[in-house]
């Protein structure tokens, strides 16, 4: 089963709770401490800022896998995990609200929130 019907089948359970999104990503070889910005920090961010903001943001965030930047901005695929988890949790309708999006250094910064519907529990 393709991870992605995965996701939506936890996430569709009701055992699940939609939370905000918190969203770290570095480089494995770019973090050496320099605190130096890496030529991916930013141009990934903002793909993933992206996804977020999209339509679809589950999709959009699985294709970031194939992202040409994503094997320097992850050290490993799981590191991506809780992204798209949160991702699949967005329901049609909701809003996305960036709270921080911020390139530093090799480090960038991203924190979503989806803001739910009127009358819709959590």
Not at 10 to 33: A, E, M, N, Q, Y
Not at 88 to 93: E, I, L, N, S
Not at 104 to 119: A, V
């Amino acid at each position: 089963m393709p991870l992605s019907v995965q996701v939506k089948r936890f996430i569709t359970s009701k055992t699940f709770v939609r939370p905000p999104v918190c969203f770290l990503k570095h480089g494995r070889s770019d973090s050496s401490g320099s605190g130096k910005e890496t030529p991916y920090t930013e141009p990934f961010l903002l793909a993933v800022q992206t996804a977020m903001h999209s339509k679809s943001p589950l999709d959009s965030t699985m294709n970031l896998l194939l992202h040409p930047l994503f094997p320097r901005a992850h050290p490993e695929p799981s590191h991506f995990l809780p992204l798209v988890v949160a991702a699949g949790a967005v329901m049609d309708g909701d809003e996305v609200e960036d709270i921080l999006v911020d390139p530093e250094g090799p480090l960038g910064w991203g924190i979503w929130r989806w803001k739910t519907l009127p009358g819709e529990s959590t």
